[in-house]
Each structure stands twice: as C-alpha cells, then as structure tokens.
C-alpha cells in the first residue's frame, strides 16, 4: 500500500484563519488536542507540515476535480489551447473576497504559527532549523502565490493576533520588499532544511533541500521576468535571475537527479518513486481510503479540449529547425504530414489520429486530442474509465529546473555553449527524443553550426530567447505553466483571438473526407477547423490591467471602516 502523505492533519483547525472578515481569527478547540499541548515532538511538526501539501502540490487533484492546475484546468486562457468557449478575461471587480479565493490570510496565519512554533518543541538545534525552513519554503510559495496575483501585499512574518487591529488592517506592502523576504526564506530553507528528512519514505513525497531549490528557480524566474517586463527594474530583474539560475544550478549539478530515459512516463505512471527525474510527486492509490484522480478518463473516454495550430506549430522539425525553415516539413494538410518528421516530443503528447467531433465520442474540439497523461495499462479498466485512477502526479521535476535555468540565464544575457549543454541539450538527448543540438553564435541560435531566425519569432522577443521559449513551451507543453508564462512576459496578447486566428484553428479537413463530422471550418469544403465560430465568444485582449487581480470590493470597504485605504490595482478603479 502507498503512504499518502498528502493529507489534511485535523490539527490545522487549531490554526483558525486570518481572513479580515468579521470573523478575524476564529478557532476551533478540539478535546484532547490544543495549541498548547501539540507541539512536544518533532514528529508532530512532520505531522503538521503534511496539512499544507495539499495547498502547494495539488499533483492531479483527487475525484473529478480539474483544478489542479495542468491541462484540463487549463482550457485556460493561453495559446495552446483552442477551446469551444475561450475563457474571456475578468471585466469586473469582485464583489467578495470569496469569489476570487486568493485574497485571505489562511495560509500565511497557519505557516507562521509552524515557524514560532518550532522553537517550543524539544529538539535538537538542527531539527529546529530544519522546520523552520520547511517552514519558511512554504511561506515563500504562500506570498509567491498572492504577489502573482496581486501584486503589491501586506508582509507578515509573525503571527497575528485578533487584538492587533493595526496589523489586521496593515496597508499593501510594496512588491519588492515581499519578494525580497521570500529570497530570504528561501535561502534560508536552502541552508537548513535536510536533504533527506525521513529515510523510509521515498524522496519524492517531502520537502527537502533539493524541493526547496528547485522551486526557488520557479518562483524567481517569474518574478525576474515579471520585474524586466513589468516594471523595467533591472536591478531587481537581474538579483531575482540570478538566484533562479543559482538554484536550478545546484540542482543540476548536485541533487543528483537524471532526466527519465521515457518523457511519457514522468506523466502516466503508476509508481514514480524510482523515476530518477522527479523532484516532487504526489503519490495516489486505489483501494479503500486511496487517493485517486479522474485524468486518464478525461483524456481517454471523453471531449477534450484540443490544442490549437498554433502549438502544434511550435515544435520544431527533427532537423532541429522551426517548420517554417525546415525542408522536412511536408505540411498540415493530414495529421500524419503534420506529425511526420517532428520533435518526439510531440508524438509523446499527441494522439496521431484526428478526433472530430460527430465521429468520435472522444473527440477534441481542435481534432488534436492530447494523451500525455494517459496509462496505457489501466485505460480501459475501471481506474482508468473513472474517477478511481492511481495514476501519481509529477509535482516538480529536472526537466523544469533546466529550462529555468537556461531562460534565466538568456534573459540574464550570459546564456553560453555550456549553459545549453547543462540544460536544452540534455533534454533534447533524452532516450526516444535524439533532437540536434541548440547552438548559440554570436547571441543567436544556431543548429549544426548554421544560425537561423524563424519568420514567425515575435519581432519583440530577441531570436535566442523566443528559441528558449519554443523550447519550454515543448517541454512542458499542457503541464499548466503556459498562462503564468505569458503573463509574466507580458504577453497576453498572444491569446486574443482575432489577432492571433491560429490559437482558434485546429487540424486542416476536408469535409468529405468526414462526412458525419459537426464542425465548423474557416472554408466551404476545406480548411481548418474553428473551434470558437461565433463574434461574440472571441476573445480580445484590450487592457494591461488584467496582468494583476483586481481586489475584492467587500476588503476595501473591510478597511475603509477601520480607517485604511486598501488602494486598488491600476486600471481596476
């Protein structure tokens, strides 16, 4: 039997929540298990740390949830989806806190108690540094979290308390100054927390040292891109790149990781805690109180949302070239043109069948259907064909961390050979992928010493960083990073529909060929397929102002009450 250890401890009641609503800090006493006969050992803080999992690495969620974050939740707001209904962008302020769910103190309340807390329990000095970064790492995601968001957000190291009226109603804290103290959490976590913690539960399942490294190259990939592109802080920009390719370097070079010789894998498989490439998993099970997940039936057995021309387009040919150069590309005019001769990856991702609406009871809204995800195994049994798959969940991973090192290091602008070789290059040497090399000449990227510059490069993104884009685009094309990549390169304009058609186009028919088909195209007998016909589903983006979340009007107002301008974001007023 598997040990799930993605469970929600009863203890986080003793917690209570930081809301600011009228209910502040309410608790709940429980008969045997208080605040202040918990914390006596240091296999209680295990225990406790467990309840904030969840929140963290949702892996493939649990039951018919598709939020967690990947391809389903995904029919999301970016280009590599072609959706029958585009999900528009927020056009209005939220009347509540509750409708947005990220503007709330929970968390935050909870994680400061663990880190006081530690100091309680009788342990030796090196166990209380070690929680205390556990600690600390998770304090950094939970303000990581609501900076992307929010932008700017009140800071609080401490637990707060119900009487502190000063701290409850604490104005926006600049953004800089949050993320200079998530660095430090995370540098502290990196310092302290262990590298194995519990020897007799695989790697995978908790935080360690090479956890905390691994999402500290995440975390400040975004935040120095967000900072380049947002607020033209080079500074800034260059401390926070700095620290992701730190991070992603010693993981690299001393987690003692490798990339798994088969892509697929790290997404379909049913044990991962010997795949040599996974940082991070969240483990499931079947059988009586397992954990379990219903992916495999949304990717197998139902519709789909498809992905669109314009990821499709993105890998390159085996050549190493994009397809608009490469003498290898024979076209899209059936799928097997349009999968010949391709990135492997590809073939690993997508299904090598059209499943057209009216034809297939699986179909796909773009006729590109996704299986990534899919066990081959288990599809047609009772796990794979419901809610009960125990398919585990890759949370973070060495194919991640390389590509936040090397676009790091591209936007740093000290990208070399060997920071290539370290990183793309390995990824494109995988067993089964066998991809030519990326090469840099003189700040440009080149394959098999030639230099080359695809036509369709954005004209504003320099050609060896839309190449390091295209790359990570492929490599973790559907695991849910997409959205938060262009919002941080400050490209939503990739998904406005009507000028970008190819992100509402999907695989190129002739209607006679599929007689019993229900789809539209943009031709009379031929064409390609669109999926979001109709004027007023498209989806136009015509305000920057939608890169930040707008607060709740209910926590405004909340303030203003008590004395405090809790200032809107910009545009939203």
Same mark, same amino acid.
């Given at each position: 039997?598997?040990?799930?250890?993605?469970i929600?401890?009863?203890?986080?009641?003793?917690?209570?929540?930081?809301?600011k609503?009228?209910?502040?800090?309410?608790?709940?006493?429980?008969?045997?298990?208080?605040?202040?006969?918990?914390?006596?050992?240091?296999?209680?803080?295990?225990?406790?740390?467990?309840g904030?999992?969840?929140?963290?690495?949702?892996?493939?969620?649990?039951?018919?949830?598709?939020?967690?974050?990947?391809?389903?939740?995904?029919?999301a707001?970016?280009?590599d989806f072609?959706?029958?209904?585009?999900?528009?962008?927020?056009?209005?302020?939220?009347?509540?806190?509750a409708t947005v769910?990220?503007?709330?103190?929970?968390?935050?309340?909870?994680?400061?108690?663990?880190i006081?807390?530690?100091?309680?329990?009788?342990?030796?000095?090196? $166990?209380k540094?070690?929680?205390r970064?556990?600690?600390?790492f998770?304090?950094?995601?939970e303000?990581?979290?609501?900076v992307?968001?929010?932008g700017?957000?009140?800071?609080?190291s401490?637990?707060?308390?119900?009487?502190?009226?000063?701290?409850l109603?604490?104005?926006?804290?600049?953004?800089?100054?949050?993320?200079?103290?998530?660095?430090?959490?995370?540098?502290y976590?990196a310092?302290h927390?262990?590298a194995?913690?519990?020897?007799?539960?695989?790697?995978?399942?908790?935080?360690?040292?090479?956890?905390?490294?691994a999402?500290?190259?995440?975390?400040f990939?975004?935040?120095?891109?967000?900072?380049?592109?947002?607020?033209?802080?080079t500074?800034?920009?260059?401390?926070?790149?700095?620290?992701?390719?730190?991070?992603?370097?010693?993981?690299?070079?001393?987690?003692g990781?490798?990339?798994?010789?088969?892509?697929?894998?790290?997404?379909n498989s049913?044990?991962?805690?010997t795949?040599?490439?996974?940082?991070?998993y969240?483990?499931?099970?079947?059988g009586?109180?397992?954990?379990?997940?219903?992916l495999?039936?949304?990717?197998?057995?139902e519709?789909?949302?498809?992905?669109?021309?314009?990821?499709?387009?993105?890998y390159?040919?085996?050549?190493?070239l994009?397809i608009?150069?490469?003498?290898?590309?024979?076209?899209?005019?059936t799928?097997?043109?349009?999968m010949?001769?391709?990135?492997?990856?590809?073939?690993?991702t997508?299904?090598?069948?059209?499943?057209?609406?009216?034809?297939?009871?699986?179909?796909?809204?773009?006729?590109?259907?996704?299986?990534?995800?899919?066990?081959d195994?288990?599809?047609?049994?009772?796990?794979?064909?419901?809610?009960?798959?125990?398919?585990? $969940?890759?949370?973070?991973?060495?194919?991640?961390?390389?590509?936040?090192?090397?676009?790091? $290091? $591209?936007?740093?602008?000290?990208?070399?050979?060997g920071?290539?070789d370290?990183?793309?290059?390995?990824?494109?040497?995988?067993t089964?992928?066998?991809?030519?090399?990326?090469?840099?000449?003189?700040?440009?990227?080149?394959?098999?010493?030639?230099?080359?510059?695809d036509?369709?490069?954005?004209p504003?993104?320099?050609?060896?960083?839309?190449?390091?884009?295209?790359?990570?685009?492929?490599?973790?094309?559907?695991?849910g990073?997409?959205?938060t990549?262009?919002?941080?390169?400050k490209?939503?304009?990739?998904?406005?529909?009507?000028?970008?058609?190819?992100?509402?186009?999907?695989?190129?028919?002739?209607l006679?060929?599929?007689?019993?088909?229900?789809?539209?195209?943009?031709?009379?007998?031929?064409?390609?397929?669109i999926p979001?016909?109709?004027?007023?589903?498209?989806?136009?983006f015509?305000?920057?102002?939608?890169y930040?979340?707008?607060l709740?009007q209910d926590?405004?107002?909340?303030?203003?009450?008590?004395?405090?301008?809790?200032k809107?974001?910009?545009g939203?007023?």
């Amino acid at each position: 039997m598997k040990t799930n250890l993605y469970i929600v401890f009863l203890v986080a009641v003793i917690m209570g929540s930081c809301k600011k609503t009228d209910e502040f800090l309410t608790r709940y006493p429980l008969d045997q298990m208080t605040d202040q006969n918990y914390w006596t050992s240091e296999s209680n803080v295990r225990t406790y740390t467990w309840g904030l999992y969840p929140n963290y690495f949702p892996g493939y969620a649990s039951g018919f949830d598709l939020s967690w974050g990947g391809y389903f939740s995904g029919e999301a707001l970016n280009d590599d989806f072609a959706p029958f209904n585009p999900p528009l962008f927020t056009r209005n302020i939220p009347a509540t806190a509750a409708t947005v769910g990220a503007w709330n103190f929970t968390f935050i309340r909870r994680i400061n108690v663990l880190i006081d807390r530690v100091s309680r329990v009788p342990m030796s000095d090196e $166990a209380k540094n070690h929680w205390r970064g556990v600690g600390r790492f998770f304090r950094g995601l939970e303000f990581h979290n609501k900076v992307k968001s929010y932008g700017d957000f009140p800071w609080y190291s401490t637990e707060l308390l119900d009487t502190d009226k000063e701290g409850l109603y604490k104005p926006r804290d600049p953004r800089t100054l949050v993320m200079d103290s998530v660095l430090l959490d995370f540098k502290y976590a990196a310092e302290h927390v262990r590298a194995v913690d519990d020897a007799s539960v695989p790697k995978g399942l908790y935080v360690n040292k090479y956890t905390v490294l691994a999402f500290m190259s995440r975390v400040f990939l975004f935040e120095g891109t967000w900072q380049k592109y947002h607020a033209g802080n080079t500074a800034k920009a260059n401390e926070y790149l700095t620290a992701a390719k730190w991070a992603a370097n010693e993981v690299i070079t001393k987690g003692g990781y490798q990339l798994a010789p088969d892509y697929r894998k790290i997404f379909n498989s049913l044990d991962l805690s010997t795949n040599t490439e996974t940082i991070m998993y969240r483990r499931y099970e079947s059988g009586v109180g397992g954990l379990t997940h219903s992916l495999s039936s949304y990717v197998n057995k139902e519709s789909q949302t498809g992905a669109s021309k314009n990821a499709i387009e993105s890998y390159l040919s085996n050549d190493g070239l994009p397809i608009s150069l490469s003498p290898l590309y024979k076209g899209d005019k059936t799928i097997t043109d349009v999968m010949t001769d391709r990135d492997p990856r590809m073939y690993a991702t997508f299904v090598n069948t059209l499943r057209l609406n009216g034809i297939a009871t699986n179909f796909s809204s773009s006729g590109y259907a996704v299986h990534k995800f899919l066990n081959d195994e288990i599809k047609e049994t009772p796990e794979g064909l419901g809610s009960l798959n125990p398919t585990d $969940a890759p949370v973070i991973r060495l194919g991640e961390v390389m590509m936040n090192y090397a676009e790091a $290091a $591209a936007e740093l602008g000290t990208l070399t050979q060997g920071d290539l070789d370290l990183t793309i290059n390995r990824l494109r040497k995988r067993t089964g992928i066998n991809m030519p090399a990326l090469e840099v000449k003189g700040g440009l990227p080149a394959v098999k010493d030639v230099v080359y510059d695809d036509p369709n490069r954005d004209p504003n993104v320099p050609s060896l960083i839309w190449e390091i884009r295209r790359e990570r685009r492929v490599e973790l094309m559907m695991e849910g990073f997409r959205t938060t990549d262009l919002r941080r390169w400050k490209k939503y304009e990739y998904v406005d529909t009507q000028k970008n058609p190819d992100i509402n186009r999907g695989a190129w028919i002739k209607l006679s060929d599929f007689p019993s088909a229900k789809v539209t195209i943009d031709g009379v007998n031929e064409g390609y397929i669109i999926p979001a016909p109709k004027p007023e589903s498209q989806r136009i983006f015509d305000n920057p102002k939608v890169y930040l979340t707008p607060l709740p009007q209910d926590q405004i107002k909340l303030y203003s009450d008590n004395g405090v301008e809790l200032k809107q974001n910009p545009g939203w007023q």
